[in-house]
């Protein structure tokens, strides 16, 4: 069994920046890809960022277009552990942030894709 458990969610005004982090434990073979995903209340869960294995390709990180310049990936394969430093919050930004993980060959952005999910953290970012 796998466990993903997230920190670094919380309040703050836009314009401010937070640190996400997941940490990976128990019975990890190999993830294909592991990341960020977000779900605001009323809407669908929706890609963040990721780092993701091709079936005949290297290992890539990949950004949704929203997050493209205010946040930073990172992946640490020795550690199982993933980070998200978000910068430039906006609003629009409040969601609940989940850590992802999969073991599928051929994972893409699609969440149905991941297979394993932390419990989720909150971000909230004030006006």
């Known amino acids: 069994q796998v466990q993903l458990v997230e920190s670094g969610g919380g309040l703050v005004q836009a314009g401010g920046s937070l640190i996400l982090s997941c940490a990976a434990s128990?019975?990890?073979?190999?993830?294909?890809?592991m990341g960020w995903f977000r779900q605001a209340p009323g809407k669908e869960r929706e890609f963040v960022a990721a780092s993701i294995s091709g079936v005949w390709s290297a290992t890539t990180t990949h950004y949704a277009d929203f997050v493209k310049g205010r946040f930073i990936f990172s992946r640490d394969n020795a550690k199982n552990t993933v980070s998200l430093q978000m910068y430039s919050l906006k609003p629009e930004d409040t969601a609940v942030y989940y850590c992802?993980?999969?073991?599928?060959?051929?994972?893409?952005?699609?969440?149905?894709?991941?297979?394993?999910w932390g419990q989720g953290t909150q971000v909230t970012v004030s006006s």
């Open positions: 128990g019975r990890i073979f190999s993830f294909h890809a």
């Open positions: 992802a993980a999969s073991t599928v060959v051929g994972t893409t952005k699609k969440a149905s894709d991941y297979n394993y």
